[in-house]
């Protein structure tokens, strides 16, 4: 790869990883007004408050940038970019098009693993950091929830590892077949539930819990540290879903294969990224305990459980 | 597996609510439909006010200021009186108190006051929502005619009065026997007058804001 190559192919993540997150959030907006009966924003733009995110934008990068003295530093300024920069290497190694990512690596599917976990790390530092009970209880709540669900998506992504035959994403598309989608569907509901917990995102989003913690591990941090957070966020709903698109539903396979092609993958990566928001309009937030059980009592047995499924169909050669 | 059901509810009912046209009312862009009687500013017709005070008095919050100052008429008739009347100086209502409980409407006897539907007077300073006469009387373009009376309901105080037939005259028409009133007499009396003295027709004539006694006679 030559370095010219090199550049080109970051710098098409680095769009991508600016883009498709507000393209997600900007659906947000508006998926979520309607479901609630609403309009969503109208005015920034011209059209539909198209530019809504992009004006936030601007007034984030306005506000002042505020340390508490008691807060632990580097760490507190350090967390939005731990919780931001996973995500980027994430969407670099998921592949949307045969022989398109911008990163082919063997073992991408533990890269992105490692990635995504870290990100969630993110949230956990800024609790400690930021000396303030709120933040700290949210941090709990973060660390907490980061041990849960872990483990469900290492072992949705073990079955899916297993079915394919490697660790490459690459190579697990290039394996997936429409079979996999009833075979696979219990992985496959567990990690969506997973990542939505992952991700800190309603009906999971107790380390956030806005009336309760007030914005959790968040609540000391302003202007651009807070739009990298809520970055990230969306980033990683980006990176989820276009896992679960392109391991689950077959990324560009479907109809008018050739044509579409990456579109494809694109496509179904945002329709479960409508999915993860309109279960964050329909269902309202867990409680703590309920969040638990919900990990250790059911995603982890029915993802063993899939495993198990896998196990068998793999040996039986299905 | 218990709250699966109402899992799949919440989906579906959003679902269903995305589908659905939005009931969002675009206020700024598109003005409310307010419903008959809304309190929105107390309008002043300045011409009706007596300064009577009563508004004033009975307002829960004092936030009603009137001054007034009387002014001698001159009797128009050889050797009569002369008449003082009250003329109004200041009418005010500071809105940063005002609760909109009405009761200055309901109260004022002469209908001077009204309300208007506009809301749209929010300020940037509190004091601004002090609204002195001028401002007031300005409302008055904006108040709705009054609502149509129902079909069964009674004349008004003001029309019965004008057409009730002149004083005597009913013992005329009741010979002439017309028609179905046949037996029954028109009330030409009133109850009060009886034509005997008024206990307090020897004093003196009461306060020239306060209103005339038989103004409020409102049932016929």
Same mark, same amino acid.
């Given at each position: 790869?030559?370095?010219?190559?090199?550049?080109?192919?970051?710098?098409?993540?680095?769009?991508?990883?600016?883009?498709?997150?507000?393209?997600?959030?900007? $659906?947000?907006?508006?998926?979520?007004?309607?479901?609630?009966?609403?309009?969503?924003?109208?005015?920034?733009? /011209?059209?539909?408050?198209?530019?809504?995110?992009?004006?936030?934008?601007?007034?984030?990068?306005?506000?002042?940038?505020?340390? %508490?003295?008691?807060?632990?530093?580097?760490?507190?300024?350090?967390?939005?970019?731990?919780?931001?920069?996973?995500?980027?290497?994430?969407?670099?190694?998921?592949?949307?098009?045969?022989?398109? $990512?911008?990163?082919?690596?063997?073992?991408?599917?533990?890269?992105?693993?490692?990635?995504?976990?870290?990100?969630?790390?993110?949230?956990?530092?800024? /609790?400690?950091?930021?000396?303030?009970?709120?933040?700290?209880?949210?941090?709990?709540?973060?660390?907490?929830?980061?041990?849960?669900?872990?483990?469900?998506?290492?072992?949705?992504?073990?079955?899916?590892?297993?079915?394919?035959?490697?660790?490459?994403?690459?190579?697990?598309?290039?394996?997936?077949?429409?079979?996999?989608?009833?075979?696979?569907?219990?992985?496959?509901?567990?990690?969506?539930?997973?990542?939505?917990?992952?991700?800190?995102? %309603?009906?999971?989003?107790?380390?956030?819990?806005?009336?309760?913690?007030?914005?959790?591990?968040?609540?000391?941090?302003?202007?651009?540290?807070?739009?990298?957070?809520?970055?990230?966020?969306?980033?990683?709903?980006?990176?989820?879903?276009? =896992?679960?698109?392109?391991?689950?539903?077959?990324?560009?396979?479907?109809?008018?294969?050739?044509?579409?092609?990456?579109?494809?993958?694109?496509?179904?990566?945002?329709?479960?990224?409508?999915?993860?928001?309109?279960?964050?309009?329909?269902? %309202?937030? =867990?409680?703590?305990?309920?969040?638990?059980?919900?990990?250790?009592?059911?995603?982890?047995?029915?993802?063993? $459980?899939?495993?198990?499924?896998?196990?068998?169909?793999?040996?039986?050669?299905? | 597996?218990?709250?699966?059901?109402?899992?799949?509810?919440?989906?579906?009912?959003?679902?269903?609510?995305?589908?659905?046209?939005?009931?969002?009312?675009?206020?700024?862009?598109?003005?409310?439909?307010?419903?008959?009687?809304?309190?929105?500013?107390?309008?002043?017709?300045?011409?009706?006010?007596?300064?009577?005070?009563?508004?004033?008095?009975?307002?829960?919050?004092?936030?009603?200021?009137?001054?007034?100052?009387?002014?001698?008429?001159?009797?128009?008739?050889?050797?009569?009186?002369?008449?003082?009347?009250?003329?109004?100086?200041?009418?005010?209502?500071?809105?940063?108190?005002?609760?909109?409980?009405?009761?200055?409407?309901?109260?004022?006897?002469?209908?001077?006051?009204?309300?208007?539907?506009?809301?749209?007077?929010?300020?940037?300073?509190?004091?601004?929502?002090?609204?002195?006469?001028?401002?007031?009387?300005?409302?008055?373009?904006?108040?709705?005619?009054?609502?149509?009376?129902?079909?069964?309901?009674?004349?008004?105080?003001?029309?019965?009065?004008?057409?009730?037939?002149?004083?005597?005259? @009913?013992?005329? @028409?009741?010979?002439?026997?017309?028609?179905?009133? @046949?037996?029954?007499?028109?009330?030409?009396?009133?109850?009060?007058?009886? @034509?005997?003295?008024?206990?307090?027709?020897?004093?003196?004539?009461?306060?020239?804001?306060?209103?005339?006694?038989?103004?409020?006679?409102?049932?016929?």
């Amino acid at each position: 790869m030559s370095l010219l190559e090199a550049a080109l192919r970051a710098a098409s993540v680095l769009a991508a990883f600016l883009v498709l997150p507000l393209l997600v959030g900007q $659906a947000e907006h508006k998926v979520m007004a309607h479901m609630q009966g609403r309009l969503g924003p109208m005015y920034a733009g /011209g059209f539909h408050g198209w530019a809504q995110l992009v004006a936030d934008g601007v007034k984030f990068v306005q506000k002042e940038d505020i340390t %508490p003295r008691a807060a632990d530093r580097w760490v507190f300024r350090l967390a939005p970019a731990v919780a931001l920069i996973p995500y980027l290497l994430a969407m670099a190694t998921i592949p949307i098009h045969p022989g398109v $990512a911008a990163v082919d690596v063997p073992g991408s599917l533990v890269l992105v693993l490692a990635a995504t976990s870290v990100g969630a790390l993110g949230t956990l530092m800024a /609790g400690w950091a930021s000396a303030n009970k709120y933040a700290l209880l949210g941090g709990l709540r973060a660390a907490a929830q980061l041990v849960s669900y872990e483990l469900p998506i290492v072992l949705a992504l073990a079955s899916i590892a297993m079915a394919g035959g490697s660790l490459s994403l690459m190579a697990l598309t290039q394996a997936w077949s429409p079979w996999w989608l009833l075979w696979q569907l219990p992985g496959g509901l567990v990690f969506l539930v997973a990542a939505c917990a992952e991700l800190q995102r %309603p009906p999971f989003d107790m380390p956030v819990a806005d009336a309760e913690l007030v914005m959790g591990a968040w609540t000391e941090y302003t202007g651009l540290r807070f739009a990298f957070f809520l970055l990230a966020e969306y980033a990683g709903i980006v990176v989820m879903s276009l =896992l679960f698109a392109v391991l689950w539903l077959g990324g560009w396979h479907g109809p008018f294969e050739g044509t579409l092609g990456w579109l494809w993958t694109l496509l179904k990566g945002f329709g479960v990224a409508v999915l993860v928001i309109w279960v964050r309009v329909a269902w %309202p937030r =867990l409680r703590e305990d309920q969040l638990q059980r919900l990990a250790w009592l059911w995603l982890v047995p029915i993802a063993l $459980a899939q495993l198990l499924l896998t196990g068998a169909g793999v040996v039986m050669g299905w | 597996m218990r709250p699966l059901p109402g899992i799949l509810k919440g989906l579906i009912t959003t679902a269903r609510t995305a589908l659905r046209p939005t009931h969002t009312a675009e206020y700024p862009d598109v003005a409310p439909e307010l419903p008959p009687r809304s309190r929105g500013v107390i309008a002043l017709l300045e011409e009706n006010c007596t300064s009577c005070m009563l508004c004033a008095r009975e307002c829960p919050d004092w936030c009603i200021y009137i001054d007034s100052h009387k002014e001698t008429i001159p009797a128009t008739t050889e050797g009569g009186r002369d008449r003082q009347r009250n003329v109004l100086d200041r009418f005010a209502i500071d809105f940063s108190l005002c609760m909109y409980c009405g009761i200055c409407i309901e109260v004022c006897p002469f209908d001077a006051l009204h309300w208007s539907p506009q809301f749209e007077y929010a300020e940037v300073d509190l004091l601004d929502l002090l609204h002195e006469k001028d401002r007031l009387g300005g409302w008055m373009a904006s108040v709705p005619p009054p609502p149509a009376l129902d079909e069964k309901a009674a004349e008004p105080a003001e029309i019965a009065a004008a057409n009730r037939p002149a004083r005597g005259a @009913g013992l005329a @028409g009741g010979a002439g026997g017309a028609g179905g009133s @046949g037996p029954r007499m028109p009330r030409t009396v009133r109850p009060r007058a009886a @034509g005997s003295p008024r206990p307090d027709a020897g004093s003196p004539p009461p306060d020239a804001g306060s209103p005339p006694p038989d103004a409020g006679e409102a049932s016929p």
